[in-house]
Nanobody, 128 residues
Framework: QVHLVESGGGLVQAGGSLRLSCAAS????????MGWFRQAPGKDREFVAA??????????SYTRSVKGRFTLARDNADNTVYLQMNSLKPEDTALYYC??????WGPGITDPIHYGYWGRGTQVTVSS
């Protein structure tokens, strides 16, 4: 069983930065695929980023709208993943969720249905 707790959300002006954390407990997640998803009011949950262990190291994947602005990294010593979000835009406003599962690199990492472990989310609000 993996328990995930997100933190770091808040209210920021457009152009600002936030760093979200996802702390895992229950088991080490260094070899798990860790994903971030977000859900705005009235919209479906959408993929933001994922980090995948490929046997030799981590690979990352980002949705097009955040490439170049968001960076996902894993700290195995802390059993935590961090999502650094820069140049935030009002359209980034959403509830951000962390997810985990034993997934291999592939299109499935962008689909929330493949993740079995979820946190409760942290709110990010970007004002214009």
């Amino acid at each position: 069983q993996v328990h995930l707790v997100e933190s770091g959300g808040g209210l920021v002006q457009a152009g600002g930065s936030l760093r979200l954390s996802c702390a895992a407990s229950g088991r080490a997640v260094s070899r798990y695929t860790m994903g971030w998803f977000r859900q705005a009011p009235g919209k479906d949950r959408e993929f933001v980023a994922a980090i995948v262990w490929n046997g030799k190291g981590d690979e990352t994947s980002y949705t097009r709208s955040v490439k170049g602005r968001f960076t996902l990294a894993r700290d195995n010593a802390d059993n935590t993943v961090y999502l650094q979000m820069n140049s935030l835009k009002p359209e980034d406003t959403a509830l951000y969720y962390c997810a985990a599962d034993s997934l291999s690199w592939g299109p499935g990492i962008t689909d929330p249905i493949h993740y079995g472990y979820w946190g409760r989310g942290t709110q990010v609000t970007v004002s214009s």
